[in-house]
């Protein structure tokens, strides 16, 4: 395995789930935006709604470690 993606997996395994997932929400909300489908909408809040969660946790989390 490549040294950089060790590094990610090891170290910043978190954060890079929360941006996959501000990344997907903003690409199946910009897809339903263009087609109009309700589905492709429906998806991208709750990956919205995921990521707000997990971001939240993380902070959570990181407080939690510093205290």
Do not use: C, Q
Not at 44 to 60: D, E, P, R
């Amino acid at each position: 395995m490549e040294k950089w993606r060790k590094n990610i997996l090891e170290h910043h395994l978190d954060t890079t789930l929360i941006l996959f997932e501000l990344v997907l929400s903003v690409i199946f909300l910009l897809v339903a935006y263009l087609t109009g489908n309700i589905y492709f909408k429906g998806v991208g809040v709750g990956l919205v709604i995921a990521w707000v969660t997990s971001a939240i946790a993380y902070l959570y989390k990181k407080k939690m470690i510093k205290s």
